[in-house]
């Protein structure tokens, strides 16, 4: 790639490794000694969908670059695996799937396990709350796309 790192990487880098980061932590800080703020479940929710929002916007934003720079993708890690590996690799994946199903119908069905889970939910946790999981999963959705 010889047209990496270009002179417009190195300014969303520092856009958004240092500059918006910092402006966030001045402003956040002025806020924070003017009114304490209360961290309420729709604070929570305002807090997750806003960080959300920008990551999704942050990553499409990279991408748009990429793109304009008619850059592979197979360098952002978009490409399936050479042939040496590919077999290790569905091997793994179907290892990792099957014990993590198993996980779950374990705990969906063992009493000792429910117990467990019933004793450390907090109901006034956002997580536990109605539509609180939408909050958690466009959080989740964005933050695997920027990774």
């Given at each position: 790639m010889e047209n990496?790192?270009?002179?417009s990487d190195i300014l969303l880098?520092?856009?958004f490794g240092i500059a918006v980061p910092f402006i966030s932590g001045v402003k956040s800080a002025a806020q924070m000694k003017e009114t304490p703020m209360m961290f309420d479940s729709a604070t929570k929710k305002r807090f997750y969908i806003g960080n959300?929002?920008?990551?999704?916007i942050m990553g499409v934003i990279i991408l748009i670059s990429w793109l304009l720079h008619s850059r592979p993708f197979s360098r952002l890690g978009f490409n399936f695996p050479s042939?040496?590996?590919?077999?290790?690799c569905?091997?793994?994946?179907?290892?990792?799937?099957?014990?993590?199903i198993m996980d779950v119908v374990h705990g969906m069905f063992s009493p000792d396990e429910m117990k467990k889970l019933k004793s450390k939910q907090n109901p006034k946790h956002l997580f536990f709350q109605q539509n609180g999981m939408k909050s958690f999963l466009f959080c989740d959705v964005s933050k695997c796309r920027c990774i």
């Open positions: 990496f790192p270009d002179w880098a520092l856009i959300s929002l920008f990551l999704a042939t040496d590996q590919y077999t290790l569905i091997v793994l994946t179907f290892l990792f799937v099957g014990l993590y």
